[in-house]
């Protein structure tokens, strides 16, 4: 009889010990997906958001890189040649104009020093300030001395030269100006150009009277 009662008692207890570790099977399983996937998707959220806006900006920022010279204007409506010439000599050390030349908002400016050096800058008109250089420029002997001589004699620097052409011809704007002549006679050249036309201004550089043609 004892042994008769004995197996019932076991298998009971092996059914309750086997739902029991279902049980906490199931629970075990159950657990592990969710924080995976709200993990998952909240990482996936948040680099795609990330990732979008930079992308925007950067091409905004490409967008309004004007000229290059960081200013993000392409043609100024005013251009103060005065610091534009002056940022020139600083950017070369000292010295005196000789040309200047270019479009919108960038300007090279030459400047030879008192040993008959020339040095050239790039010039953002916007800015105020030399974007590029200053690099040598190579000239010869003869040159370097013939342009030191005609800038220690004229009494018309590049900038009141520039304003002066400008103002010849109504409208125009300026794309190059160079010192030439001779010592005894320095003389500015322009390249203004007004209305699909370019004219030539010449400006004394003792006197700084202008001639158009």
């Not at 534009?84 to 950017?91: E, S, Y």
């Amino acid at each position: 009889m004892a042994r008769r009662l004995h197996a019932p008692v076991l298998s009971a207890a092996l059914v309750l010990g086997v739902g029991l570790t279902a049980l906490l099977t199931g629970c075990s399983d159950g657990s592990s997906p969710a924080p995976s996937a709200s993990s998952s998707s909240s990482a996936d959220g948040s680099q795609d958001t990330g990732s979008t806006p930079g992308g925007d900006q950067t091409s905004d920022d490409s967008a309004t890189s004007g000229t290059g010279n960081g200013s993000g204007v392409e043609d100024p409506g005013t251009i103060d040649w005065a610091a534009v010439t002056q940022q020139g000599i600083a950017g070369a050390g000292g010295g005196s104009v000789v040309s200047v030349s270019g479009a919108g908002d960038s300007w090279t400016v030459v400047v030879v020093g008192p040993d008959g050096s020339e040095t050239q800058s790039v010039v953002s008109a916007a800015l105020g300030r030399v974007t590029s250089g200053p690099f040598p420029k190579a000239v010869d002997a003869a040159t370097g001395t013939a342009d030191l001589a005609r800038a220690t004699a004229a009494k018309t620097d590049a900038a009141t030269a520039a304003t002066t052409a400008l103002q010849t011809v109504s409208g125009s704007k300026l794309s190059a100006l160079t010192l030439g002549g001779t010592a005894a006679a320095p003389v500015w050249t322009a390249s203004v150009t007004a209305g699909g036309t370019t004219s030539t201004v010449t400006v004394d550089g003792l006197t700084g009277a202008a001639t158009a043609s």
